[in-house]
């Protein structure tokens, strides 16, 4: 799978929210200032040509709609991450998350909740 710049991420995020949209549709869940209407068409075909996004004609237009699942590029991405930046290692993401002092108290409980229960199905 290929990787996604940042702003086909965006508009993909926008896309999986929306399940199917028109690029004026897409365009209206950006913030201000909003790209121009061209601008989105182009990352638009970017992503098709990815092999992301399909479509189906409408008249003169066209309905985009996702074809890889926001699950599917997330443990992608989160892989690739977990790769490049830690050797693969789960535990040195987490640790350095933990050293950064990014993670709560709570977010360290729900952490530990799923470790056991992973635990116990191993």
């Known amino acids: 799978m290929k990787d996604l710049t940042k ?4 508009v993909m995020m926008f896309l999986w929210e929306r399940g199917e949209a ?3 549709e897409l365009l209206e869940d ?3 200032p909003k790209p121009a209407y061209n601008t989105v ?3 638009v075909r970017i992503l098709e040509s990815k092999g992301f996004v399909g479509y189906t004609a409408k008249g003169k237009s066209h309905r985009y709609h996702p074809l890889i699942q926001k699950e599917e590029y997330m443990k992608h991405a989160v892989g690739g991450l977990l790769q490049n930046y830690f050797n693969g290692s789960l535990s040195g993401f987490v640790s350095f998350f933990s050293r950064q ?3 709560k108290a709570n977010e360290l409980d729900e952490l530990l909740k799923l470790i056991e229960e992973q635990k116990k199905k191993a």
């Open 7 to 10: 702003a086909e991420e965006q």
């Open 22 to 24: 028109f690029v004026k």
């Open 30 to 32: 950006f913030p201000e």
């Open 41 to 43: 068409s182009t990352i």
């Open 101 to 103: 002092g990014k993670l």
